[in-house]
């Protein structure tokens, strides 16, 4: 038996917006923030693409967003402007 488990990518997905939205940006300005091009943000949104390690890395230190929020969920360590 597969003790193998994945990333629910729509929970991903709506994180990750809950946080844009949070921070009052649009999806051009916070791909810029985080290094990428709004087409590949909006292919994240849609589902198309998953975030990098490396992006997910870049929203933490960037917005203090802790990592294992927008991957798993785990919503203790969250900043209170995001809940």
Request: hydrophobic share 35%.
């Amino acid at each position: 038996m597969s003790n193998k488990r994945t990333v629910d990518r729509t929970a991903v997905i709506h994180r990750l917006q809950h946080i844009r939205q949070c921070l009052e940006l649009n999806k051009t300005t916070f791909a810029v923030s985080i290094g990428i091009s709004k087409s590949n943000y909006s292919q994240i949104e849609s589902g198309a693409r998953m975030l990098t390690v490396d992006q997910i890395y870049t929203i933490f230190m960037t917005y203090g967003v802790p990592m294992d929020y927008l991957v798993a969920g785990r919503a203790e360590n969250l900043p209170g402007r995001f809940r």
